[in-house]
C-alpha cells in the first residue's frame, strides 16, 4: 500500500464562533471562540486519510493535555502519529483566524517556542529522517520549512535527496505566510531549493507573486524545473505541466456559498496526491483537488465533518513506489 510521510506542524486552532457577538466593557472588542487544532501538512493528511492513502505525520509536540488531544485526534481520524516526538515541558503553538464578509482568513500566530520548532534538532532526528527513505511520498510545505533554522532545512533537504535515490517522491507545497520568515531574500533562496529537489510542486499565483512581483505566469512557471506543475490561478482553474504536454483544469461552477476558504489548498493537495498514488493522470487528481476543496470551503474551519466528504471514487490499481511515476 502506497505510503505518504507528512511533515511540519500543528497548532491550537482558536476561530470566532458563528454568532459569537461582541463582549466585555466599553473600549472592549470581543466574542466567542471556538477551539480545535490544525495546520496545513496536518489538513493534508487528515484528508488524505479520509482518502484512505496510509500517511504518518512528522512533527514534535508537547507532554501537555492539548498535545495529547491533538494525538488522540489524529489517530482517531487515521492519521499515523508513530513519528510524533514529545518533548517535556513543551507546547504546541497557537493560532486564531479572522474572516471576512467573503469567507476570506487572516492568520494571527503564536508560536516562536512551539515544540515543533525543535524537530529538525533532537536526538531522534537522524533516526525520523532517515525513515523518510520507506515511503513513497514526502509532502511538505513552505510553512514547514519556515519554522527551521537553515541548519535544519538542509538536514531535512539531504534526507530528502537521500530518499529520492530509493523511489520516493517529493511534493512541495508553496503555502506562503510572509510573516513567517525573516525577509523575502532568505524565502526564495529555501523555494529555489526546494523548487530544485521537488518531483512535484503545487502552488499558487498568489504564494508566486508574493514573492515573485509583478511577473508573468510564464516567468514564474519558469523558475520552479520540476517535472510535474500545479498552478493554481485566483479563479478556480489549475495550470498542469506534466511529462508529455499541459493542460488547464477548471473547477466545476459552486453551487453553494463559500463559507471558509481555510484549507482550501491543504484539501486540494489531499486529493491530488491520493489520485496520483491511485494510478489518475495529472489532470483527472487536479480535477479530484477541485471537487475536495469546492466541499470544504463550504464549512467553517480547517476540517470538515467527515460525512461531508465526497463519495469514494475508484481508480485504476497501482503500486507502491510506481503509482507516481
Request: proline share 6%.
Amino acid at each position: 500500500m502506497a505510503s505518504v510521510a507528512c511533515i511540519g506542524e500543528c497548532m491550537v486552532e482558536l476561530r470566532q464562533a458563528q454568532g459569537g457577538g461582541q463582549s466585555g466593557g466599553q473600549g472592549q472588542g470581543g466574542g466567542l471562540y471556538s477551539r480545535g487544532f490544525g495546520g496545513d501538512t496536518l489538513n493534508t493528511a487528515v484528508y488524505l486519510a479520509r482518502l484512505e492513502v496510509k500517511v504518518d505525520y512528522f512533527t514534535a509536540l508537547g507532554d501537555d493535555a492539548l498535545s495529547d488531544e491533538m494525538v488522540a485526534a489524529w489517530t482517531a481520524e487515521g492519521v499515523g502519529t508513530r513519528r510524533v516526538v514529545r518533548l517535556p515541558g513543551k507546547l504546541p503553538g497557537l493560532y486564531m483566524i479572522q474572516l471576512d464578509a467573503r469567507g476570506e482568513r487572516q492568520f494571527f500566530h503564536w508560536r516562536d517556542s512551539a515544540a515543533a520548532r525543535r524537530l529538525m534538532d533532537l536526538p531522534e532526528t537522524d533516526e525520523i529522517l532517515n525513515s523518510l527513505m520507506s515511503y513513497d511520498i514526502v509532502y511538505l510545505s513552505a510553512i514547514t520549512l519556515s519554522i527551521y533554522d537553515q541548519a535544519g532545512r538542509e538536514r531535512l533537504f539531504a534526507a530528502i535527496k537521500r530518499a529520492r535515490l530509493l523511489g520516493t517522491r517529493f511534493v512541495f507545497d508553496t503555502n506562503f505566510r510572509a510573516r513567517s520568515w525573516p525577509d523575502r531574500d532568505v524565502a526564495r533562496e529555501v523555494f529555489a531549493a526546494a523548487f530544485e529537489a521537488a518531483d512535484i510542486v503545487l502552488t499558487s499565483t498568489e504564494d508566486l507573486l508574493a514573492l515573485y512581483p509583478g511577473e508573468s505566469h510564464a516567468e514564474l512557471t519558469a523558475r520552479i524545473p520540476t517535472p510535474e506543475l500545479v498552478f493554481r490561478l485566483p479563479e478556480p482553474v489549475s495550470l498542469l505541466r506534466f511529462p508529455g504536454g499541459t493542460s488547464e483544469v477548471r473547477a466545476e461552477p459552486m453551487t453553494k456559498p463559500v463559507v471558509d476558504t481555510t484549507a482550501a489548498g491543504d484539501s486540494f493537495a489531499a486529493a491530488y496526491i491520493a489520485a496520483r498514488l491511485a494510478g489518475s493522470d495529472p489532470v483527472e487528481a487536479a480535477q479530484a483537488g477541485h471537487r475536495l476543496a469546492s466541499l470544504v470551503i463550504c464549512y467553517p474551519g480547517a476540517i470538515i465533518p467527515a460525512y461531508a466528504m465526497p463519495p469514494k471514487k475508484r481508480h485504476r490499481p497501482a503500486t507502491s513506489r510506481q503509482a507516481t511515476k
